[in-house]
């Protein structure tokens, strides 16, 4: 089984600069993809960025970018130029990659992002 | 955004009672899902669809049932509601193959106080 661990419960960032949210998972899969979703306080679900374990490239969706560690198993996202839309509570998300998992997605427990004017 | 409405959006009722969330969806998607989210847990998979007729569970699927007799509707059901059920469930849809990274789309929850 996969699990996934955010170990920031909140963070805090200054408008305009760049913060960094943590995520660590435990797989011995070697085909996944890894997301991080973004929840505004709307509830609303939001796909922030994806990333394929067998791509060596980070991902980068303008100022989302993410830092892909296979080998420690760690996926941090960067957001730059922090936004006050950005203030939302973020989840790092596991599909395991396979006709036995039917796009199941394991998640963190969700990290709480503010973002002060 | 991807089709899928969840209703009821909010409700409340009485432990014992059964209760029933729809989600519904519209983009003739293979895969539907329902979680729930709660403090500290993040989502967790309740059960999933990969198919009319077709469902399996999750990591937390006692307490709980589901159908899917067409494509468009999944139901998740409560048959004796308990305080420990108090959640917001979402449903999510999918139409990757297993081997793909598209995402799954979400509703937008169904807060449920079970008092």
């Known amino acids: 089984a996969q699990t996934v661990t955010q170990s920031q419960p909140e963070m805090s960032v200054q408008e305009a600069e760049t913060v960094t949210l943590s995520c660590t998972y435990d797989t011995s899969e070697n085909n996944y993809y890894l997301f991080w979703y973004k929840q505004p306080p709307s509830r609303q679900m939001i796909l922030v960025i994806r990333?394929?374990?067998?791509?060596?490239q980070n991902a980068t969706e303008n100022r989302f970018s993410v830092n892909f560690q296979k080998a420690a198993k760690s996926f941090s996202l960067k957001i730059s130029d922090s936004q006050l839309g950005d203030t939302a509570m973020y989840f790092c998300a596991f599909f395991r990659a396979g006709g036995t998992s039917y796009g199941k997605l394991t998640f963190g427990q969700g990290t709480i992002l503010t973002v002060h004017p | 955004d991807a089709g899928i409405t969840q209703s009821p959006r909010h409700k409340v009722t009485e432990t014992g009672t059964p209760v029933t969330l729809r989600c519904h969806q519209t983009e003739n998607h293979r895969y539907m899902y329902w979680y729930r989210q709660d403090p500290g847990h993040g989502l967790r998979l309740i059960h999933y669809s990969y198919g009319v007729k077709d469902t399996d569970k999750g990591e937390v699927s006692d307490g709980y049932s589901v159908s899917r007799s067409k494509t468009e509707d999944f139901l998740l059901t409560l048959e004796s509601a308990t305080s420990s059920q108090t959640s917001v469930y979402f449903c999510?849809?999918?139409?990757?193959?297993?081997?793909?990274?598209?995402?799954?789309?979400f509703g937008d929850g169904t807060r449920l106080s079970i008092l």
């Open positions: 990333q394929e374990a067998y791509k060596q």
């Open positions: 999510a849809i999918s139409h990757g193959t297993p081997y793909s990274n598209q995402p799954q789309h």
